[in-house]
């Protein structure tokens, strides 16, 4: 990898919200287009259209002129979360903070 391709890898690692990320390649295709293909694993509670966005404007950034992205959810800390207590609305308190505030 060029130096600056383990830079955007290093970035995405350290991404809030991406758990790992696995089988990056990069290529040059033809001069002056670097092309690569990129596996992520994301975590289950956070979007992954924006975190799809932020990981391809790194490589953008870089000079990565096409990235394939393939995204993979943590199904194990999924399969946990659709039965554990942890299915709670999250904004749930958000909403009872407001209507607690309404009664001033």
Not at 19 to 25: A, F, T, W
Not at 48 to 76: C, M, N, P, R
Request: aromatic share 8%; hydrophobic share 35%; net charge negative.
């Amino acid at each position: 990898f060029m130096p600056v391709l383990r830079e955007c890898l290093y970035r995405v690692s350290t991404m809030e919200g991406v758990l790992r990320h696995h089988d990056g390649h990069f290529w040059t295709q033809s001069e002056g287009v670097l092309v690569g293909t990129l596996a992520i694993v994301i975590a289950p509670d956070f979007e992954e259209q924006h975190v799809l966005k932020q990981v391809s404007s790194i490589f953008k950034q870089a000079g990565v002129t096409h990235l394939a992205l393939q995204v993979e959810k943590d199904s194990f800390r999924e399969m946990v979360r659709s039965v554990g207590p942890y299915a709670a609305d999250p904004h749930h308190n958000h909403s009872q903070h407001h209507h607690h505030e309404s009664h001033h």
